[in-house]
């Protein structure tokens, strides 16, 4: 098997609150190999992207973080910052959402590139730096000719591509793509999908994408990550997921998108658990119309399915670890109960 590029293993995030720790990232575990997209998925407030930030170190001041980041045998985790920020471009890439607030708009396009090349690369010359990033760009589809342009000056589409092209100057071998593509229209969005695979083509760089929207990811990823609650859920090749969704919370977000066949709405009921005070068992349980009395009691063991799928559901066993009577359905008003509890 490819060795992984970054390998996440029991990764905890904490942010600190008046009313306590919430816990943003939950004991998650993850590889990514070269020229390989993993998606992650999920709701708002489960976790995506607090994660990115996390494997990159790009976390606010006083946030806790403990487990371990794998990058090349080095765990990120507790490195210094002066050393991630050395990583942060040649190694380790970032795409932000919403470029026009990370590009600075009293800087041309030009000095962007220069800024980002000579904090690396101090001793290149004025015509190297312009040689590869109007390499940079042309991967991208922006013409020499807007090279000394201000932001203002270009489309939202336009400075996303500008945005992915500062993050590929650097050629790093892992990028995490931060919904690349929100509100964008479909014509653009779909440019910056195709950028990202001749990326990984070209380049064999791992992406890791986080998104709200099913569609890219079932287009553009290899391998998907469903995050609920700050943990994932559900977790393997992103055909079989999608074909065949073994977690009812995957399952429920598959059936709330939109496509051409669709004749009414489907939500979820509820809202995301809180993070501070979580509820018992399973944290999905009060949503979910397939809990059961154990779902309640206790947290879900990880269990790997046969096709290399991992899965947080009791409805996947292990059967030793279900109580007596574990497995009848939970009644609406028992979980209320256990909540209260």
Not at 82 to 92: C, F, Q
């Amino acid at each position: 098997m490819t060795e992984p590029v970054v390998s996440v293993r029991d990764l905890r995030v904490y942010y600190g609150t008046p009313r306590g720790p919430a816990r943003a990232v939950d004991r998650v575990a993850l590889d990514i190999a070269p020229g390989e997209t993993l998606g992650v998925v999920g709701e708002s407030g489960s976790g995506k992207s607090t994660l990115g930030r996390g494997i990159l170190g790009l976390l606010p001041e006083g946030t806790g973080i403990a487990g371990e980041v794998l990058y090349q045998g080095r765990n990120l985790v507790g490195m210094s910052k002066e050393e991630l920020r050395h990583m942060r471009g040649p190694e380790l890439g970032l795409i932000f959402q919403e470029p026009m607030t990370r590009l600075n708009p009293l800087l041309r396009i030009q000095e962007h590139f220069e800024e980002t090349l000579r904090q690396h690369h101090p001793k290149l010359d004025r015509d190297e730096i312009r040689r590869r990033a109007l390499e940079a760009l042309g991967r991208t589809g922006i013409p020499p000719t807007r090279y000394k342009q201000y932001p203002h000056e270009f489309s939202g589409g336009m400075r996303q591509r500008i945005m992915i092209a500062l993050a590929l100057v650097l050629k790093p071998k892992l990028l995490i793509a931060d919904e690349p593509t929100t509100a964008l229209d479909v014509i653009v969005e779909a440019q910056i999908i195709r950028l990202l695979a001749d990326l990984k083509k070209t380049s064999g760089t791992a992406v890791m994408l986080i998104t709200h929207n099913l569609g890219i990811v079932a287009e553009a990823c290899d391998r998907v990550a469903v995050m609920y609650g700050g943990k994932i859920v559900e977790e393997g090749d992103a055909r079989k997921v999608f074909a065949n969704p073994v977690h009812p919370y995957t399952r429920e977000l598959l059936r709330s998108t939109i496509s051409l066949e669709t004749k009414s709405l489907h939500t979820i009921p509820g809202a995301p658990p809180s993070l501070i005070t979580p509820p018992p068992g399973c944290l999905f349980h009060p949503r979910c119309p397939d809990a059961m009395r154990v779902c309640a009691l206790k947290a879900p063991i990880e269990q790997r399915l046969e096709d290399g799928r991992r899965v947080q559901c009791w409805r996947h066993g292990p059967a030793e670890a279900i109580p007596d009577g574990g497995t009848e359905p939970l009644e609406r008003e028992e979980i209320a109960v256990a909540n209260e509890a």
